[in-house]
């Protein structure tokens, strides 16, 4: 499965930016998705998923109440709306899939990644 994120920007403090991760040629109903990102410097961390389960969406604490993950009308697209951007939202931002997982903001469970999608927050 191919991932590809794509969205991000340059965006003011307080701004909003909406990523799309798009699969080539699979679709991702039966997937658990995760948003990551990564920050210069730092570790990669989840940011939000989607369980296959019941289909709902967990967030981290940093994104609870300004990001909204979803899965698209098309059912090889996943979306992120990201609201009320902080700077330390910056950085590289990416989607995962995996089949054999529930849900989950771990990134080693995930086994298909796309490449990253830069979301820069500054005034």
């Known amino acids: 499965v191919q991932l590809q994120a794509s969205g991000g920007g340059l965006v003011q403090p307080g701004g909003s930016l909406s990523l799309s991760c798009q699969a080539s040629g699979y679709s991702l109903d039966e997937y658990a998705i995760g948003w990551f990102r990564q920050a210069p410097g730092k570790e990669r961390e989840g940011v939000a998923c989607i369980s296959t389960t019941d289909g709902r969406p967990y967030y981290a604490d940093s994104a609870k109440g300004r990001f909204t993950t979803s899965r698209g009308d098309a059912k090889n697209t996943v979306n992120l709306q990201m609201n009320r951007l902080k700077p330390e939202d910056t950085g590289v931002y990416y989607c995962?899939?995996?089949?054999?997982?529930?849900?989950?903001?771990?990134?080693?469970?995930?086994?298909?990644w796309g490449q990253g999608t830069l979301v820069t927050v500054s005034s």
């Open positions: 995962a899939a995996d089949l054999g997982i529930s849900y989950s903001d771990y990134d080693a469970d995930y086994d298909y």
